[in-house]
């Protein structure tokens, strides 16, 4: 490794080490990462065997369901993870301190998607692995395309991440809730626990745009039909593509314009 | 043992006497206003030149600016030699910086800042050189406890010491001795004075203590309203004003500024 990846590592480890040390020494930090996936495939997975004992058509989408929902989370941490990370620079006033070391900007962006991977896997996890006693379900069974739809909706969470910090620095504190609820904007159109045919015509096209939509329509295509649609793979990780380099595109530009405002050294509560 | 970072980034472009810090012309301007204007000064290596003005004078502006973190709307900042708006990464890890007022992560123990600093600045043999900082700032017993928990004083320190990791070439301070008590304030005068001695160190001081300036600054540059009113050793300025204290000549252009706002 050349000396200036090498240094870039170190950077890049220094600040996801910065995170993880916060993250350890508060519990409720952990619990909180675990608590709502967990809560959620709890109350999805009652809800679906209330159906099952009330619909045939149900019946054969126990795991669409109960996948649709622990994948929903994990687009959710990975977004929620990045932007917390972005967040605790706030809280703590250190943007100033961060910003004059070497770190540069994409090393910056970095160490948040290396956290908010952290973060999800902590968050996810769990509730994965509780479907399997509780329900005899287990969302591994999916293999390799489980891989796939992971990774894509990670990226789809820091896009989404990356355009919320953006609108954090450039506003301050005030935008801080946007991090919480902005992805549930993305719920209906992502199309996680209905086909995208159910939608409006109108709307279909608006949802194969973003990328949850196609993973999740690729998700009951393995377990429904067990077919994997690489064509709804790669629409979803061409649109990963764009979105991401929008996203840091957008975030390069709004961190130089606060260092044009000089609102680095004055972000904080 | 040569704590200070190893030279990853592209070799430093220093032509022989290019000085520390070199400010041409530096403006900033918000809308209408004008909080720095036309600011030219320079600093050679192993000197301190201190900024000194009221509040809203422009200092904090001025060192945003020589940092990188704020970019001008005109004029141009050299720090050894690189222009801090387009290529402050050659040199950001060769500087640093401490201010009361930007903190350090307040959940994180006073060790886990300093590490996380020091890895973010490429300092070789990380534990050794927490060590030695924490020894010489006397933070040694804080190293272990919660960086929110500790007082405005020992926070002083903290920064100082997260600001001394990587054996800076440049050092800027913005009031490096807020919220410390006389004797903890002198040690660490002492310590600074000592510093620069040991490594030719070129510090840029924004303070208010007026004692502090008399004692370690070699070059003040007074400002009002964003621009450089005059400019000197201590003792020079205090013989133009016909006064004896640094204090006196502060006051005084302290109260011009208050007249002319008026």
């Given at each position: 490794m050349s000396a200036l990846a090498d240094s870039s590592v170190r950077r890049i480890g220094a600040q996801v080490l910065r995170y993880w040390y916060l993250l350890r020494g508060s519990w409720p930090r952990f619990v909180e990462l675990a608590y709502w996936p967990?809560?959620?495939?709890?109350?999805w997975g009652f809800i679906t065997i209330f159906f099952t004992t009330h619909s045939s058509w149900i019946a054969q989408a126990f795991g669409v369901l109960l996948a649709g929902v622990l994948l929903w989370d994990t687009l959710f941490r990975a977004q929620l993870g990045l932007s917390v990370s972005f967040l605790e620079e706030m809280w703590s006033r250190n943007l100033g301190q961060v910003f004059v070391t070497p770190l540069r900007p994409w090393e910056f962006l970095a160490s948040l998607m290396t956290m908010s991977i952290i973060r999800t896997l902590i968050g996810v996890l769990p509730a994965m692995l509780l479907a399997i006693p509780l329900y005899g379900y287990s969302v591994f069974d999916m293999g390799l395309p489980l891989i796939a739809f992971f990774v894509n909706l990670m990226v789809t969470g820091w896009a989404v991440g990356l355009f919320v910090i953006s609108l954090i620095l450039r506003w301050g504190l005030g935008a801080e809730s946007l991090a919480w609820f902005v992805i549930f904007g993305l719920a209906p159109i992502s199309c996680v626990y209905y086909p995208i045919a159910t939608l409006p015509d109108w709307l279909q096209y608006v949802a194969l745009a973003i990328p949850s939509a196609p993973v999740f329509e690729g998700m009951r295509g393995v377990m429904l039909d067990g077919v994997f649609r690489t064509d709804l793979f790669f629409l979803a990780a061409a649109l990963n593509v764009f979105y991401l380099a929008l996203g840091s595109a957008v975030f390069l530009w709004t961190f130089h314009q606060a260092r044009r405002r000089g609102l680095l050294l004055q972000m904080g509560e | 043992m040569d704590t200070r970072p190893a030279p990853l980034d592209a070799a430093s472009p220093e032509p022989g006497d290019t000085p520390a810090l070199a400010?041409?012309?530096?403006?900033?301007r918000y809308g209408d206003l004008t909080a720095v204007d036309d600011l030219s000064f320079a600093a050679p290596r192993g000197t301190t030149v201190g900024l000194l003005g009221g509040n809203g004078a422009g200092k904090t502006t001025t060192l945003s600016m020589l940092l990188g973190l704020l970019l001008p709307s005109a004029g141009d900042v050299r720090m050894l030699g690189c222009d801090m708006v387009r290529d402050r990464y050659r040199v950001l890890g060769r500087i640093n910086f401490s201010s009361p007022y930007v903190e350090l992560p307040l959940r994180l123990s006073?060790?886990?800042n300093l590490r996380v600093?020091?890895?973010?600045?490429?300092?070789?043999?990380?534990e050794a050189r927490i060590t030695e900082v924490a020894q010489a700032l006397e933070i040694e017993p804080l190293l272990d406890r919660k960086t929110g928990k500790l007082s405005s004083g020992q926070k002083t320190r903290v920064a100082l010491a997260k600001a001394m990791l990587n054996e800076p070439e440049v050092l800027l301070l913005d009031e490096p001795t807020a919220s410390l008590d006389p004797d903890t304030a002198d040690r660490v005068r002492g310590y600074l004075e000592d510093y620069q001695a040991r490594t030719g160190a070129t510090i840029v001081l924004a303070s208010h203590n007026m004692a502090e300036v008399e004692r370690l600054c070699g070059d003040v540059v007074m400002m009002r309203a964003g621009r450089m009113v005059d400019r000197g050793t201590p003792r020079a300025l205090i013989e133009k004003y016909g006064r004896t204290t640094m204090e006196e000549v502060f006051l005084d252009i302290a109260r011009a500024q208050r007249e002319l706002e008026a």
């Open positions: 967990t809560v959620q495939m709890i109350m | 400010v041409t012309n530096l403006t900033k006073v060790r886990q600093y020091g890895l973010l600045y490429g300092v070789r043999g990380i």
